[in-house]
């Protein structure tokens, strides 16, 4: 009849969505793609405490995006050494975006009390960040090389020869001043046929070539763009340091180390250390 109210529109009994994705069988899935079941049987707490569950999933989501990190750091590394700029910094841009998640854990890290960490912390044993493979692995490809510190890792063959291998491996800023060389700069030979096992050293020839860019950005644009990117990483990274020590500091005070580092005074030791000194003492020069 014209007169009647219209009928309301009947909900559909399932999302059409849902009706063309209901059978996986022999198809992968979201859960296959990503290994979600491996993922999530990772967290295996040691003790009845709350918040180690929490703890376990902040340091395990940390070692996956530093897996990350090491793959974008791998690929800028190679396109420094073919001269490839402009590709170079969409994955030093994306590094430095990673800092910002991983300073942004450090606040959820930091809902945890003393009290609600020293319930569980024995049961951490004598593992620490301390010992973390891709952190170290991260220090080398920047550049702060020190052998000493594949010692914690001799036990294990296959992560020593890694490490060795990431040591000898000439740093992101490395390859940079071998670029600064190609394109015509007087860098120092000293420089250039260095121990790159070693960490690197300010050099004057390096300041100097620095400040050649930064003085005509407009001629020497993609060096210049290349220097803004690595001071914007190591930005990132020393911002990372800072919270690290912050929230360790307000965790367990000055307690040592569960892996026996000096806790909070080793932390803020490694504050001062430089990836690229160069690219900070030019400022002064300019």
């Not at 490809?141 to 510190?149: I, S």
């Not at 063959?157 to 390859?175: F, N, W």
């Not at 800072?242 to 504050?271: M, P």
Request: hydrophobic share 40%; with cysteine; glycine share 4%.
């Amino acid at each position: 009849m014209e007169n009647e109210p219209a009928q309301p529109a009947q909900p559909s009994s399932s999302h059409p969505a849902a009706e063309a994705h209901t059978d996986f069988a022999g198809a992968m899935s979201y859960s296959d793609y990503l290994q979600l079941d491996t993922l999530l049987a990772a967290q295996q707490p040691r003790s009845d405490c709350h918040d180690e569950m929490l703890f376990i999933i902040i340091h395990q989501a940390t070692e996956l995006w530093m897996k990350l990190t090491l793959h974008e750091l791998g690929a800028a590394r190679r396109l420094v050494i073919a001269d490839d700029l402009q590709q170079t910094f969409k994955h030093l841009a994306r590094v430095s975006r990673i800092q910002s998640q991983l300073i942004q854990s450090w606040d959820v890290l930091s809902t945890m009390t003393p009290s609600d960490y020293s319930h569980f912390r024995g049961a951490l044993g004598q593992s620490s960040g301390f010992q973390s493979v891709q952190y170290r692995m991260i220090e080398f490809a920047l550049g702060n090389k020190q052998a000493a510190m594949i010692a914690p890792h001799r036990h294990r063959s296959d992560v020593k020869a890694q490490l060795e291998h990431a040591l000898e491996t000439p740093s992101l800023y490395d390859e940079a001043i071998r670029l600064l060389s190609r394109r015509g700069f007087a860098i120092d030979a000293a420089v250039m046929e260095r121990d790159v096992r070693e960490p690197y050293r300010a050099d004057a020839s390096v300041l100097a070539a620095w400040a050649q860019v930064y003085r005509d950005p407009k001629r020497y644009w993609d060096l210049y763009q290349l220097a803004e990117e690595l001071i914007d990483l190591e930005d990132w990274f020393q911002q990372w340091r800072f919270r690290h020590v912050t929230t360790v500091q307000r965790i367990i005070g000055r307690k040592r180390g569960t892996g026996g580092t000096a806790g909070v005074g080793y932390l803020r030791q490694v504050l001062d250390v430089t990836f690229f000194p160069e690219l900070w003492d030019v400022r002064t020069e300019l």
